[in-house]
């Protein structure tokens, strides 16, 4: 039986994705790179000192990553903040699960300034009893760090948690964390998490969940 609900946020909780993707595509020209924007989504995945080693393929310096991470997420915030607003039924599916007395996190690889401009804005940091974000991990999904932190933090043990993703390597993540998964299509079809043995439900957004068929059902 499913006890925990845990939540990836960019693309999961809000549909955000693809200005993520615009400003590493902008920020990186300004580094020197100069990418199409399907070139950056194939590696701007993970947290960020993981990305930018793939991109420029050496390890930056702190200070270096630093420097590019504050003028990304400073971008990302300025063209994403007119469009945020909660996935279709999110708000609902969490007051429901609320009711339900089921203990909820967010799992998140932004970075906390991101995070909290999500979660006050449209006002749900109440229905979570924590948020791990990208500063109090070591590695990026798919490495199941971060699940398996908010698991322990709530007190639920991994097999018990189903995860909310919207991407195949936050659903590796599940896997790799011992977790199932129901995966948001907002970032990536559903096709390409069917492979993925986490995944035990795909849906657009929350409209459609129901939270006894997620709580029934596991792999």
């Known amino acids: 039986m499913i006890e925990a609900f845990i939540f990836d946020m960019d693309g999961t909780l809000v549909d955000n994705m693809h200005y993520h993707d615009l400003a590493w595509q ?44 504050f003028k990304k997420e400073n971008l990302y915030r300025q063209i994403y903040t007119p469009h945020l607003k909660p996935i279709n039924g999110m708000i ?33 940091r109440h229905y979570f009893k924590t948020i791990i974000t990208a500063e109090q991990v070591t590695h990026g999904k798919p490495h199941p760090e971060s699940f398996l932190e908010a698991a322990r933090r709530i007190n639920v043990s991994p097999k018990n948690c189903m995860v909310f993703e919207d991407v195949p390597n936050g659903a590796r993540a599940a896997f790799n964390a011992g977790m199932d998964c129901t995966f948001i ?10 492979s993925i043995s986490s995944v035990v439900h795909c849906a657009n957004d929350y ?5 006894s068929e997620i709580r029934s059902s596991s792999n």
């Open 26 to 69: 902008a920020t990186l020209k300004d580094f020197g790179i100069d990418l199409p924007l399907d070139a950056v989504m194939k590696k701007a995945y993970g947290i960020n000192v993981e990305a930018l080693e793939r991109f420029f393929g050496f390890a930056l310096s702190p200070e270096m990553v630093a420097d590019f991470s």
């Open 92 to 124: 609902e599916f969490l007051e429901a699960a609320r009711l339900e007395n089921i203990p909820m996190a967010i799992a998140t690889g932004s970075a906390w300034r991101n995070t909290n401009l999500v979660v006050d804005t449209i006002n749900i």
């Open 185 to 194: 299509t907002t970032t990536y079809p559903a096709f390409l998490a069917g």
């Open 207 to 211: 409209t459609k969940l129901s939270i």
